[in-house]
């Protein structure tokens, strides 16, 4: 069965760096999303992506995050200079339709931690 | 302001017996509303969805029941069985036509043999 996958699954990093988390959504999906999960709290939408461009994007999502999908099968977040905030849990999501009531898949998270 | 809202942080059940996971909503400007499991270390899992135009939809043991005017829908499971034992989360996609998911906090359902 097709699955969204997402590396690393662990990132350790010092505040104000860059990283970068990837993923690879399943190959036939449109629509592609990032939530990040801090812990102990909700999962909060970040922002979706569709034909190469941003549909929406959260308050959250703000100049320090970007998104790309720089060869027509990943999809990578961004985070130009983390914040001691940023750590949580960055799922990838990926949907077929037109995001209305389609169903998204989830890839299995990166745990970023920012010392 | 659009929220959704699991009261009950955690729920415990015998096997065999039926689990019901409730969610509230405060806005009506929701399209769909979707179920989703985790299990640690893993990602969200569709489990079943509904529409707003709907009252029901049901999928082998897991049936969900939308009440709009009391802005309130379930996840009833039937029977519980001890891999049911997850994080379940109430998420509903907003009119925006882009697909968010706004979720709930989250119910740990625990099912014991």
């Known amino acids: 069965e097709p699955e969204v996958t997402q590396t690393p699954s662990h990132q350790v990093t010092q505040m104000g760096q860059e990283v970068i988390l990837r993923c690879v959504p399943i190959s036939n999906h449109l629509y592609f999303y990032w939530y990040r999960q801090i812990l102990g709290q909700k999962v909060e939408f970040l922002v979706s992506f569709y034909n190469n461009e941003i549909s929406e994007k959260s308050e959250i999502f703000d100049d320090q995050f970007s998104v790309e999908r720089p060869d027509g099968s990943n999809f990578t977040l961004k985070i130009r200079s983390t914040k001691l905030e940023d750590s949580a849990m960055y799922f990838c999501a990926s949907g077929g339709g037109s995001g209305r009531g389609e169903t998204q898949y989830f890839g299995p998270g990166t745990r970023l931690l920012v010392l | 302001d659009q929220q959704v809202k699991q009261n009950s942080p955690s729920l415990s059940v015998q096997e065999g017996r039926i689990s019901i996971l409730n969610c509230d909503y405060t806005n009506s400007m929701f399209d769909y509303f979707l179920w989703y499991k985790k299990y640690p270390a893993e990602g969200p899992t569709f489990l079943i969805s509904?529409?707003?135009?709907?009252d029901k939809n049901e999928d082998g043991r897991f049936t969900v029941f939308l009440n709009k005017s009391a802005k309130h829908l379930s996840l009833h499971i039937v029977p519980s069985q001890p891999g049911d034992s997850a994080v379940y989360f109430c998420?509903?996609?907003?009119?925006?036509?882009?697909?968010?998911?706004?979720f709930g906090q989250g119910t740990t359902l625990q099912v014991k043999p």
């Open positions: 509904i529409s707003s135009i709907k």
């Open positions: 998420a509903a996609i907003p009119l925006s036509n882009t697909g968010k998911l706004i």
